[in-house]
Structure formats: structure tokens, C-alpha cells
């Protein structure tokens, strides 16, 4: 009993599917311009190789999404918890933070925060 409703979900889910992108298909116009199909990459036509070096300050913005990322990540369930952990979860998170604020020193010694 129960196989026979998935088997009707996913003839369903296939039929929908498959209909759309028939309608697709059909609907949509098909005109070719000469720029339809240049690369590009948001909005930007290319201009240069792909292989340039990139600047370390790229490296730099990287690393400073990721940490201070992370740090969402990771705030987000000690704030859900926050009154069950007591002191030692309030002792842990000031580390974690001590941990961001080296991280965050790192990226200003280094230059990550200037912008030119």
C-alpha cells in the first residue's frame, strides 16, 4: 500500500517535470544573437587570460569570509544554548572569541581591512 503512493509521487514528480521542460521547449524563443554566447562572468565581458595571477589581497578576503563565517556557524548554536551551558560553555566561547580576535589582528597586520 504504501509502495503504491511513492510509485503515484514519482510518476508525478517525473510527469511535472517533464512537462515543464517540454513547455520550455516549445515556448521559449530561439533566436541566436552574435553575443548570446560570449562568455562573460556577472555581467562583465571578458577582458584578459584566465590564468593572471590573482593579488594577495584576494587571498586575504577569502581567509576573513571564511573566519568570520565560521563564526556564524558556530554562534549560532551556542546562542540557542546559552543558558544550559552555564559557566563553562561562557568560558569556551570567550577562547572561541580570543581565537576571532587573533584572526581578526592577523588580517590588520597583514593589510586585510584596507581597501584601495
Given amino acids: 500500500m504504501v509502495w503504491t503512493h511513492v510509485a503515484i509521487y514519482a510518476f508525478c514528480v517525473v510527469a511535472l517535470g517533464g512537462s515543464m521542460l517540454a513547455a520550455s521547449a516549445t515556448l521559449s524563443p530561439h533566436k541566436v544573437k552574435p553575443g548570446k554566447l560570449?562568455?562573460?562572468?556577472?555581467?562583465v565581458p571578458m577582458v584578459s587570460d584566465t590564468r593572471e595571477r590573482f593579488s594577495v589581497k584576494f587571498y586575504l578576503v577569502a581567509i576573513m569570509f571564511i573566519l568570520f563565517d565560521i563564526e556564524t556557524v558556530f554562534l549560532i548554536p551556542w546562542a540557542v544554548l546559552y543558558r544550559h551551558l552555564g559557566v563553562p560553555g561562557l568560558v569556551e566561547i570567550g577562547i572561541f572569541f580570543?581565537?576571532?580576535?587573533?584572526?581578526l589582528a592577523y588580517l590588520w597586520k597583514r593589510g586585510g581591512l584596507e581597501w584601495d
Fill in 38 to 43: 560570449d562568455t562573460y562572468e556577472c555581467g
Fill in 98 to 103: 580570543c581565537v576571532l580576535a587573533f584572526g
